[in-house]
């Protein structure tokens, strides 16, 4: 088996770019249609082959360690037909029409760049109306130097020398078949057909750059926390000046100091005095709508829920808004001057509540009435 490293005439501690070099000065040397010697398709084929091997961190890491690129001794082992290389798709698609590369030509440079999603944080009011929302991105975008040509300035891309703009080379793969001939995708150029012998120093031949932008965004009214808003185009820039993908805005509506959100309806609670709730009052309580007036009726008992229409968040698909529901908290008095106390204990006999040492008699009030209705079963 040929050494790899001595294939290429590189050190076993050769960074990746020193081996790309060694490789694309000897697959120029050794292709058929350059190299005129009677060994010229095996020495290209053991320069590409090593290429192959040490260009794949997981292969040179395996070949490093067993001498051999598949993890086992030399000749078939026990990996069956593949420690000889032994591609059966390869001769499948050979003798039956396929070309056991991608069969399509070339692969555009230019590609479509990736959809991105970030995350938005947005107060509770801002959800029920909608909002105007200025965020920053950090994504790729076009380069300004080179406009997405990848080259630099009063430079183009060349034909590559290797595959003749085919993005395509055949190799030969020894099989049970005999030597076969498979056609992969060219290592020099990627497949692209192309190399770029002068990348453009500010994008370093990608054709986009790493930048933040700011965007103003549309939160429509409505929108809940897991909300996604897609913004087409407005994604990361694709290679070579592609178009942009899509950016998708997740939003977060923070949690409010005085109202919480179930659906589209908004719940609050107001704390009311005893005394407030038991003859009857109007109660002013700021919404996101302003203030509103609340009419508490005489009697109102705590746990009670009073209900404005229409005040609640707007709905996201469709007409209208949800409902402002605001939960009474009747409010007890936990400390009593003498006076106070005084007045308490008069209204408590008023109301036929005898108290003695604070404890309700029971030969009056509430359990005087039970007792009695108790009493006629």
């Given at each position: 088996?040929?050494?790899?490293?001595?294939?290429?005439?590189?050190?076993?501690?050769?960074?990746?770019?020193?081996?790309?070099?060694?490789?694309?000065?000897?697959?120029?040397?050794?292709?058929?249609?350059?190299?005129?010697?009677d060994?010229?398709e095996?020495?290209?084929?053991?320069?590409?082959?090593?290429?192959?091997?040490?260009?794949?961190?997981?292969?040179?890491?395996?070949?490093?360690?067993?001498?051999?690129?598949?993890g086992?001794?030399?000749?078939?082992?026990?990996?069956?037909?593949?420690?000889?290389?032994?591609?059966?798709?390869?001769?499948?698609e050979?003798?039956?029409?396929?070309?056991?590369?991608?069969?399509?030509?070339?692969?555009?440079?230019?590609q479509?760049?990736?959809?991105?999603?970030?995350?938005?944080?947005?107060?509770?009011?801002?959800?029920?109306?909608?909002?105007?929302?200025?965020?920053?991105?950090?994504?790729?975008?076009?380069?300004?130097?080179?406009?997405?040509?990848?080259?630099?300035?009063?430079?183009?891309?060349?034909?590559?020398?290797?595959?003749?703009?085919?993005?395509?080379?055949?190799?030969?793969?020894?099989?049970?078949?005999?030597?076969?001939?498979?056609?992969?995708?060219?290592?020099?150029?990627?497949?692209?057909?192309?190399?770029?012998?002068?990348?453009?120093n500010?994008?370093?031949?990608?054709?986009?750059?790493?930048?933040?932008?700011?965007?103003?965004?549309?939160?429509?009214?409505?929108?809940?926390?897991?909300?996604?808003?897609?913004?087409?185009?407005?994604?990361?820039?694709g290679?070579?000046?592609?178009p942009?993908?899509?950016?998708?805005?997740?939003?977060?509506?923070?949690?409010?100091?005085?109202?919480?959100?179930?659906?589209?309806?908004?719940?609050?609670?107001?704390?009311?005095?005893?005394?407030?709730?038991?003859?009857?009052?109007?109660?002013n309580?700021?919404?996101?709508?302003?203030?509103?007036?609340?009419?508490?009726?005489?009697?109102?008992?705590?746990?009670?829920?009073?209900?404005?229409?229409?005040?609640?968040?707007?709905?996201?698909?469709?007409?209208?808004r949800?409902?402002?529901?605001?939960?009474?908290?009747?409010?007890?008095?936990?400390?009593?001057?003498?006076?106070?106390?005084?007045?308490?204990?008069?209204?408590?006999?008023?109301?036929?509540?005898?108290?003695?040492?604070?404890?309700?008699?029971?030969?009056?009030?509430?359990?005087?009435?039970?007792?009695?209705?108790?009493?006629?079963?």
């Amino acid at each position: 088996m040929t050494n790899h490293y001595e294939a290429l005439g590189v050190s076993r501690d050769a960074t990746g770019e020193e081996i790309k070099k060694a490789y694309r000065k000897l697959a120029r040397k050794y292709h058929p249609d350059v190299y005129q010697g009677d060994d010229a398709e095996e020495k290209f084929k053991d320069v590409s082959h090593a290429y192959e091997v040490l260009s794949d961190p997981q292969k040179r890491r395996v070949y490093d360690t067993t001498g051999n690129e598949n993890g086992t001794d030399s000749g078939f082992g026990g990996g069956g037909f593949s420690g000889q290389g032994f591609a059966f798709q390869d001769i499948f698609e050979t003798f039956f029409g396929g070309q056991g590369g991608s069969g399509q030509g070339p692969i555009p440079r230019k590609q479509r760049g990736q959809d991105a999603l970030i995350g938005v944080r947005i107060e509770l009011r801002e959800a029920v109306f909608g909002v105007n929302k200025k965020i920053e991105v950090d994504t790729a975008v076009l380069c300004e130097t080179c406009q997405g040509s990848c080259c630099r300035e009063g430079t183009t891309e060349q034909t590559c020398e290797i595959c003749h703009g085919s993005g395509q080379v055949q190799r030969p793969v020894r099989s049970i078949l005999g030597q076969v001939m498979t056609v992969t995708s060219c290592t020099t150029c990627q497949g692209h057909g192309t190399v770029i012998p002068e990348p453009c120093n500010e994008c370093m031949g990608e054709g986009r750059v790493r930048s933040r932008r700011s965007l103003t965004i549309k939160v429509p009214a409505g929108v809940d926390t897991g909300t996604r808003i897609q913004l087409g185009g407005q994604g990361e820039a694709g290679p070579a000046g592609g178009p942009s993908g899509d950016l998708y805005v997740e939003m977060r509506v923070n949690r409010d100091a005085l109202f919480s959100r179930e659906r589209d309806d908004l719940h609050a609670s107001v704390n009311v005095p005893m005394t407030a709730a038991a003859l009857g009052t109007e109660l002013n309580i700021e919404t996101f709508d302003g203030t509103q007036q609340l009419n508490v009726k005489p009697g109102t008992q705590s746990g009670e829920v009073l209900t404005l229409r229409g005040l609640g968040v707007t709905h996201l698909r469709g007409q209208g808004r949800g409902d402002l529901k605001i939960e009474l908290n009747i409010e007890t008095p936990t400390k009593v001057d003498a006076a106070q106390e005084e007045l308490l204990k008069q209204l408590a006999a008023l109301r036929g509540e005898q108290y003695t040492e604070g404890k309700l008699a029971a030969s009056g009030g509430v359990f005087a009435k039970l007792r009695d209705k108790l009493g006629h079963l």
